[in-house]
T-cell receptor, first 116, second 114 residues
Framework: AQSVAQPEDQVNVAEGNPLTVKCTYS??????LFWYVQYPNRGLQFLLK??????LVKGSYGFEAEFNKSQTSFHLKKPSALVSDSALYFC??????????????FGKGTKLSVKP | KAGVTQTPRYLIKTRGQQVTLSCSPI?????VSWYQQTPGQGLQFLFE???????NKGNFPGRFSGRQFSNSRSEMNVSTLELGDSALYLC?????????????FGPGTRLTVL
């Protein structure tokens, strides 16, 4: 069965330092991978996606993610964290060859806290 | 272009009642998906509609149902509410069913069942 794992419930980073939010996946075919961010009392905002092509994907707000097929990982990164990046981050996968082509499978989420 | 809108934003019901939530997708988007978000279970897929047809369904009981109208607006209904149905219900729209299309989420409807 398809699944997504975010091994860290929370990540703490000092402002200005680089940040990484980890994600690993398990799918039966080629994955479509996504990162979303959720601010308090808000819906999810799309950050970036990997479909095919370059393993390094650049997205909104200076975020990027690196797709690693051998490690089945899709870690979210940012070179210099901002306090305003503090939020809940979700990794998601859609297996285009599976029976559930229409839905996203989400990880449990990682709370990012950036301190001044 | 206006984003995904959901109404109402907050709802309080009692056990046994039923509730209807509404979602208006981004103009031009024909696919609407619904998700339930709870602290314990995280984000779980409910169902997806495209061109007024349910295309995909998650693992939820039959008390959860939905529909889509010709203008792509969608409603979901929960009958015989249980305490465990308390959650944030998120609607998302996308241009189509293609696997690579990103979904755009609304702000959600916070349902509290007493």
């Amino acid at each position: 069965a398809q699944s997504v794992a975010q091994p860290e419930d929370q990540v703490n980073v000092a402002e200005g330092n680089p940040l990484t939010v980890k994600c690993t996946y398990s799918v039966s075919g080629n994955p479509y991978l996504f990162w979303y961010v959720q601010y308090p009392n808000r819906g999810l905002q799309f950050l970036l996606k990997y479909i095919t092509g370059d393993n390094l994907v650049k997205g909104s707000y200076g975020f990027e993610a690196e797709f690693n097929k051998s490690q089945t990982s899709f870690h979210l990164k940012k070179p210099s964290a901002l306090v305003s990046d503090s939020a809940l981050y979700f990794c998601a996968v859609r297996d285009i060859y599976g029976g559930s082509q229409g839905n996203l499978i989400f990880g449990k989420g990682t709370k990012l806290s950036v301190k001044p | 272009k206006a984003g995904v809108t959901q109404t109402p934003r907050y709802l309080i019901k009692t056990r046994g009642q039923q509730v209807t939530l509404s979602c208006s997708p981004i103009s031009g988007h024909r696919s609407v998906s619904w998700y339930q978000q709870t602290p314990g279970q995280g984000l779980q897929f409910l169902f997806e509609y495209f061109s007024e047809t349910q295309r995909n369904k998650g693992n939820f009981p039959g008390r959860f149902s939905g529909r889509q109208f010709s203008n792509s607006r969608s409603e979901m209904n929960v009958s015989t509410l249980e305490l465990g149905d308390s959650a944030l219900y998120l609607c998302a729209s996308s241009l189509g069913l293609a696997g690579g299309a990103e979904q755009f989420f609304g702000p959600g409807t916070r349902l509290t069942v007493l």
